[in-house]
C-alpha cells in the first residue's frame, strides 16, 4: 500500500525558487577578478540566473548536455551552478590546478560543449580548447575584457546582457543528472562523478542540519573549499536552501585577505582544508587578531592537527568542526560533534575527540573490514578498511562501467581506500591511506596521526611521514619537514624527543629530512607518491636507524 502523498521531484530549480522566493532579500557578496566587492540580493540573483539560463537554452543547450566551468568561488560561478542545472543541462566544474594533461582529458572524457572560466585561466585552456572535438565555444567571465584565441569567445556580461529576467523551470526526473566532478587523478586518468538532482538536494538538505554544518538563515557563510571541489561540500547548495548570507572570496585565500572579509561581513561560518587554516592561523597570530563574529569552522579534505584544534578553540572561541567524505561521496560521510556527555570531558579529552572524523550523518552508512572483507569491531582499536554506502554516494564512474566493478562489494558498499577506526560511540577515525600506511614488524603505523602530533612542535609549519624500506622491520617511517622560520634547525633527536609520550615509542621516525616545502595535490592534500618518488632511493638498515 502507498501513502498519498503527492509525488513532487526534488530538483535544484526547486531550491532556486523557494530562496528566492522566500529569502529573497538575502545578501551575496563577491570578489571577482574585475570587482574587488560586488554585492546584491537573492532577487538580483534571480534575474541574473533566468537571464543566463534562457541565453543557455538560445545557445543550443540541451538536456544531459554538459558544460564545463572553471572558475573561483563569486557570484558569476554560483550563477551557473543554478541556471545550468536548472535547465536539465550538467555543471561539470573542472579543477583549474589539475595538470594541463588531466584537464584536456576530462573535457574530452565529459564531451563538453561550453567552457566558462575565469580571465586567468584564459592561458591554460587556449591549448586545450584548440584541441578540443567537443567544446564549441569559450565564454569568459568578466565583462568584456579578455577574449580567447581559436575558438569562438564572448564575455559572460555581453552573454546574458540581452535575454529575459524571467524563466519558465522544466519538470523532469529527479534522479536525472544536475552535476559533474572528476577525481583529482592520483592514479591513472581521473575518474568522473555524476550526481543526481535527487542525491544533491537530499544532500543540501542534511548539510544545514545541526549534526552536519548546521547552516541556518542567521548566517554568513564563506565557502572556502572551492566550488571546482566536489561542489563546495554542497554549501552553495545548502546555504540557499536555508536562507543563509553567502560570501564569495574568489581566488584571494591568503590569510590576511580572508580574515578581512571574516571581519567585514560577520562571517559566522566557514569551510575549508587545514592549508587555508594555518595560513590564516599564522595571520591571527603575528597580528594578534580576532574573529568575534566566527562561530563555526568546518574542516576537511585532510585531518587537522590538535595544535590547530586547540588554538581555533581556546585562542578564537571558534567551534572547530572535523568533517569527512569524498568526491564519490558528494562529499559529506561524517561529521565530528560531541555528544552531551563529552561536553563535561577535560579539555584535552575533547580536543583527542574532536582530531577523528566523526559520526555517519543520516543516510551515510560504514563498515570496516579487513583483508578478508570480513567486517571488524567498532571498538576504536581495530584498524580496516572503510566503506560506505548511502543516496549520495557515487554507483558507479561516468563513462566507466567496467573499471568500476572493482570498487563495491554485494551489499553495495563503496570501497573509500582510507584505514580507520570506529569507536563504540560510533565515531570514526582515518588512519591512513591504505597506499600510505607504514607495516612496520607486523603493525601498522599511522602517517596521518604521526604527522598531527610532528607539526605541533613549535619549529614545524608542515610534516609529513612516508614509509620507507627498512631490512628489519620491513618499513618504518620517514619524517620530512618544513620548519616555520627558514634557515633555522631542527634535529631528529629534538623532534624525537618532543614526540616522546605522544606516540607508541615504536613510531618514532627513523630519519627526518628537512625541506623548502612539501608538494600538494590538486585538492591541497600533501602528495605522497611525490614524496616517496623524491625519497626513492632512502632506505634504512639495522645498523643506519638510530635507535628506538
Known amino acids: 500500500m502507498h501513502g498519498n502523498m503527492m509525488q513532487w521531484p526534488l530538483l535544484i530549480s526547486s531550491i532556486f525558487r523557494h530562496a528566492t522566493t522566500y529569502h529573497h532579500d538575502q545578501e551575496i557578496v563577491s570578489v571577482t577578478a574585475d570587482q574587488p566587492q560586488f554585492r546584491y540580493t537573492f532577487t538580483d540573483f534571480a534575474a541574473r540566473v533566468c537571464q543566463l539560463a534562457n541565453a543557455l537554452t538560445n545557445a543550443g543547450v540541451k538536456p544531459g548536455d554538459r558544460i564545463a566551468t572553471m572558475a573561483w568561488n563569486d557570484h558569476r560561478h554560483l ?10 543541462a550538467v555543471c561539470h566544474t573542472i579543477n583549474p590546478r589539475l595538470f594541463p594533461e588531466q584537464i584536456e582529458y576530462i573535457v574530452e572524457h565529459a564531451e563538453d560543449t561550453l567552457l566558462f572560466a575565469d580571465p586567468m585561466f584564459v592561458e591554460l585552456i587556449t591549448p586545450i580548447t584548440a584541441r578540443s572535438n567537443t567544446v564549441r565555444a569559450v565564454i569568459v567571465l568578466d565583462d568584456g575584457a579578455t577574449t580567447v584565441d581559436g575558438i ?6 555581453d ?7 524571467t524563466f519558465a523551470w522544466p519538470e523532469f526526473d529527479e534522479n536525472s543528472a544536475c552535476a559533474l566532478c572528476y577525481t583529482s587523478g592520483t592514479t591513472g586518468n581521473p575518474k568522473g562523478v555524476l550526481y543526481s538532482h535527487r542525491s544533491t538536494v537530499l544532500h543540501a538538505l542534511t548539510v544545514t542540519t545541526p549534526n552536519a554544518l548546521e547552516i541556518g538563515m542567521q548566517d554568513a557563510v564563506l565557502p572556502v573549499v572551492p566550488l571546482f571541489h566536489v561542489n563546495a561540500w554542497g554549501i552553495p547548495y545548502a546555504a540557499l536552501l536555508s536562507g543563509a548570507k553567502l560570501v564569495l572570496p574568489g581566488a584571494a585565500l591568503d590569510g590576511e585577505s580572508l580574515y578581512s572579509l571574516m571581519e567585514r561581513e560577520a562571517v559566522s561560518v566557514t569551510a575549508g582544508v587545514p592549508t587555508v587554516w594555518l595560513g590564516l592561523q599564522k595571520h591571527l597570530q603575528e ?3 580576532k574573529l568575534p563574529s566566527l562561530k563555526r569552522m568546518i574542516v576537511g579534505g585532510s585531518a587537522a592537527p590538535s595544535s590547530m584544534i586547540e588554538y581555533f578553540e581556546t585562542q578564537q572561541d571558534v567551534n572547530f ?3 569527512w567524505g569524498m568526491t564519490e561521496m558528494s562529499p559529506l560521510g561524517t561529521v565530528c560533534r560531541l555528544k552531551p556527555a563529552m561536553q563535561q570531558d577535560s579539555r584535552e579529552a575533547r580536543t583527542a575527540q574532536k582530531i577523528k572524523q566523526g559520526m555517519p550523518v543520516f543516510g551515510v552508512e560504514l563498515k570496516i573490514v579487513d583483508d578478508d572483507g570480513m567486517r571488524l569491531p567498532h571498538d576504536g582499536e581495530a584498524m580496516g578498511e572503510l566503506w560506505v554506502r548511502g543516496p549520495w554516494i557515487t554507483s558507479g564512474y561516468f563513462r566507466n562501467p567496467e573499471g568500476s566493478r572493482s570498487d563495491f562489494d554485494s551489499e553495495g558498499y563503496f570501497r573509500t581506500g582510507d584505514i580507520s577506526t570506529i569507536d563504540s560511540q560510533g565515531y570514526m577515525r582515518i588512519c591512513d591511506r591504505a597506499k600510505d600506511v607504514i ?7 599511522s602517517s596521518i596521526d604521526l604527522e598531527n602530533v610532528a607539526v605541533g612542535h613549535p619549529k614545524v609549519a608542515e610534516a609529513a611521514v612516508i614509509g620507507v624500506p627498512c631490512d628489519k622491520w620491513q618499513e618504518r617511517p620517514l619524517l620530512v619537514v618544513v620548519l616555520k622560520k627558514p634557515g633555522s634547525e631542527l634535529t631528529l633527536n629534538e623532534m624525537r624527543d618532543f614526540l616522546t609520550g605522544k606516540v607508541p615509542k615504536w613510531w618514532q621516525p627513523g630519519a627526518m629530512e628537512v625541506v623548502d616545502s612539501l608538494p ?3 585538492t591541497g592534500k600533501i602528495q605522497k607518491r611525490a614524496l616517496r618518488q623524491q625519497f626513492a632511493d632512502f632506505s634504512f638498515t639495522s645498523s643506519t636507524e638510530g635507535s628506538i
Not at 550563477?79 to 536539465?88: F, P
Not at 569562438?152 to 556580461?157: D, K, L, N, R, V
Not at 607495516?439 to 603505523?445: C, D, L, Q, R, V
Open 152 to 157: 569562438a569567445s564572448t564575455s559572460y556580461e
Open 520 to 522: 600538494h595535490t590538486a
Open 79 to 88: 550563477e551557473l551552478y543554478y541556471a545550468i542545472s536548472g535547465i536539465g
Open 439 to 445: 607495516k612496520s614488524g607486523g603493525e601498522w603505523i
Open 287 to 289: 597580528n594578534n587578531r
Open 321 to 323: 568542526v572535523h568533517a
Open 159 to 165: 552573454f546574458i546582457a540581452c535575454e529575459a529576467e
